[in-house]
Nanobody, 121 residues
Framework: QVQLVESGGGLVQAGGSLRLSCAAS????????MGWFRQAPGKARESVAA????????YYLDSVKGRFTISRDNAKNTVYLQMNNLKPEDTAVYYC??????????????WGQGTQVTVSA
């Protein structure tokens, strides 16, 4: 079992940057695949980025490649999503998630409460 708490969302103009953080509690954080998915009103949920327990395997949604960077600090039980050159279409609630199946991006076994990201044109 793992609990996830996101922070760092907000309102930003197009072209701006935000950094999301996700603090995890529970055991064996380094064994979990961690990631971020987002959901905008009226749209399907989509995986944005994910990172393996070791950090060696990464996944990015095509539309965010080159703009978003996922990273993790296993000593701090925290995963980050650095979002640069944000676009209005990035507007959504962003959720941190985890799975302990070693699959990337993988299923959403656990997720947090979400943090709103709004990008104005």
């Amino acid at each position: 079992q793992v609990q996830l708490v996101e922070s760092g969302g907000g309102l930003v103009q197009a072209g701006g940057s935000l950094r999301l953080s996700c603090a995890a509690s529970g055991r064996s954080f380094s064994t979990y695949v961690m990631g971020w998915f987002r959901q905008a009103p009226g749209k399907a949920r989509e995986s944005v980025a994910a990172i393996s327990g070791s950090g060696r395997r990464l996944y990015y949604l095509d539309s965010v490649k080159g703009r978003f960077t996922i990273s993790r600090d296993n000593a701090k039980n925290t995963v980050y999503l650095q979002m640069n050159n944000l676009k209005p279409e990035d507007t959504a609630v962003y959720y941190c998630y985890a799975n302990n199946r070693g699959v990337i991006p993988g299923p959403y076994d656990y997720w947090g409460q979400g943090t709103q990201v709004t990008v104005s044109a």
